[in-house]
Structures are given as structure tokens and as C-alpha cells.
């Protein structure tokens, strides 16, 4: 194996080297700070532009489809993650 195949235990193998990298954009048009790399063998990844042989993530398409799903759907945004964290200690609380 070479220095741009990364190996996941479960999903296999992904070169980054072949991999087609598409950089995400900001609202305002200006370079994201992620790359989204979709290989041959249908495994898509997700690094930080600015450190190509840093850590990436590696997710089958159904990951990411779900992945996405949920990004279209809000579930990251900042105040849905803080309304969780929120309830998450009141039930802690009450317990």
C-alpha cells in the first residue's frame, strides 16, 4: 500500500491520490476550509483543504447520504446542537 491509500477497517481502501476533490464554498462564494474526495470504489471522504495528508473521514455512499440528508434537514446547525445539549442535561437533572 502507498502513502496515498488510506485503509478503513470496515469500509476498505481509499486513494486519495485518485480521488476527485471538490473544495466546499462559503455563503459568500469564497473557498470552504473541506474537500470532498469520491473515489472509484464509490467511498467518499471529507478532509480540511489546507492539510491534504491530514485526517480524513471516509464514509460509504449510504453514510453519506444520510450525512447530507441530515445537513439539508438542519441537524448540525449551531442552535439545534445547543437545544440537544440543553435537553440532554435536563433529563440528566431529573434523574
Known sequence: MN???REHPLKGEFDTATAQW????N???TPGRLEIGFADNDLVALRYADEPDGTILIYTPAEWDAFVAGVKDGEFDIEVLEDDARKAEARAEDQ
Open 22 to 25: 471538490q473544495r466546499t464554498s
Open 3 to 5: 502513502d496515498t491509500v
Open 27 to 29: 455563503l459568500d462564494g
